[in-house]
């Protein structure tokens, strides 16, 4: 392999993971979604990067949908559901971890992320060198921003995070899957999108609130 793609690959791979680290570092809604849409762009065209490195033109197909579906319909969907929202409902006020904290812990799963990587017994390439790491720490973040917030909102976008870790890490792995699955694969995310949006539309009209603390409520004491 070139150097010069080596070079673009590991660019690539530092502005992905620091597109994803303006996840954690915000804490209104529109701020999240912004973070996550720049970060689908940029795991977009790492895709077009592992496109070009591997010569697979199916890759180039999975770039152009995470393009589409992850960084413009799915923002404008849940950018839908909050025009329908109280504005109290789009910003944590109380996290579990401090903004600091959360940078401080931030960076520490990103350092187990290339220690973990490091431990798995893969065929060395330089496309699962460089990516899988990286994968790992969004996976990591993700679910970090999934466990220190309390907004529903906040949590959807969390899963979204963990989904594009999910989906690099099978990417760098296996190089591209049949155009079918992941056309398919893309699909059930837009429904599942949509489907919690109108969740989380209920759930704001019932409890005036997307604190998922008020869910303990439904509980059969």
């Known amino acids: 392999m070139e150097p010069l793609q080596l070079d673009i690959m590991e660019i690539s791979g530092a502005i992905l993971l620091i597109a994803t680290f303006g996840v954690i570092a915000r804490r209104g809604f529109m701020d999240w979604l912004n973070a996550y849409r720049l970060q689908s762009i940029v795991l977009a065209g790492v895709t077009a990067v592992i496109g070009y490195v591997t010569g697979i033109w199916e890759i180039y197909v999975a770039a152009v949908l995470t393009l589409l579906i992850k960084s413009i319909a799915i923002p404008k969907v849940l950018t839908y559901v909050t ?17 600091r904290a959360s940078i401080i812990v931030s960076a520490l799963l990103v350092a187990l992320a290339y220690f973990f990587s490091q ?9 699962v060198d460089i990516y899988l790491p990286v994968s790992m720490a969004q996976f990591f973040l993700g679910l970090l921003a999934l466990v220190n917030r309390r907004t529903a909102l906040s949590q959807v976008v969390g899963l979204l995070v963990i989904e594009n870790g999910l989906f690099l890490f099978t990417l760098a792995l296996t190089h591209g899957v049949s155009l079918i699955i992941e056309v398919g694969i893309f699909a059930d995310i837009l429904v599942g999108i949509v489907i919690s949006s109108i969740l989380l539309f209920r759930m704001s009209r019932t409890f005036d609130s997307l604190d998922v603390g008020n869910l303990e409520n439904l509980r059969d004491d």
């Open 119 to 127: 431990q798995l017994p893969f065929k060395s390439d330089p496309v």
């Open 83 to 99: 025009r329908q929202l109280e504005m109290e409902s789009k910003t944590e006020t109380n996290p579990y971890l401090s903004l």
